[in-house]
DNA sequence: TAAACTACTTTATTTTATAAACCAAATATT
DNA sequence: AATATTTGGTTTATAAAATAAAGTAGTTTA
């Protein structure tokens, strides 16, 4: 039987959170937004998701004077991330 | 910016469901079931929502005296699935 | 100093997924 | 032969999720 997806990460903007996030070492709010194309309303609330499941770490800051926010990917974040890429490609596999 | 993922597949069950279609010839509304493990209900829906975007055929009819629900997948659904497949694995090389 | 912009958060609305309840007919049980 | 159970579903209700709209706090610009 097909594995279940983890329906933290089976969403198309936490998705796409978790992989940028994946693949840098850090990346803000802005960047996140912009690079996901999200409206602030729905990027703030899947971050704050994806932090409550601690699968990344959200730092508030300032850069001068205007406030910052920033997210970094945690080992738990990525050992979910990975194991979500595993279970999807079993689907996409599915009928062979 | 990331491309966007076909809503319509982009939920477990529906995926599950197409996969599935996309290695075989046809498969019926039982075989979908317990490979998917989905519920009737759960699986009754989502099949009709396949059928409705016009991925997916579903013909009525008896197999004996028991009624079957046989499904197949149409060249429109093959083409989705291979674009969603597509899209995301943009998603899952995003922050590299 | 007032308007507009940045960087968000909160709340409300819509959509979606899922489960529970139901139905009709077939088969099995006593 | 009645009755219970199973099969193969559908319909409807509920829970969860995504999304959008509105609001907040402060900053920059004209």
């Known amino acids: 039987m097909l594995p279940k997806l983890d329906p933290l990460l089976h969403s198309e903007l936490r998705l796409a959170v978790i992989s940028i996030l994946a ?3 850090e990346a803000d709010f802005t ?6 194309g999200a409206t602030s309303g729905n990027l703030s609330v899947q971050i704050d998701k994806l ?16 406030p910052r926010t ?9 050992e979910a991330f990975a194991e979500y890429v595993k279970a999807l490609k079993e689907y996409l596999s599915a009928g062979k």
Not at 31 to 36: G, H
Not at 70 to 78: K, V
Request: charged residues 20%.
């Open 51 to 66: 932090a409550a499941a601690g699968y990344i770490t959200v730092e508030k800051g300032f850069k001068g004077k205007m």
């Open 23 to 25: 693949g840098v070492e």
């Open 70 to 78: 920033t997210c970094r990917i945690t080992p738990q974040g990525q």
């Open 31 to 36: 960047y996140l937004k912009t690079q996901t």
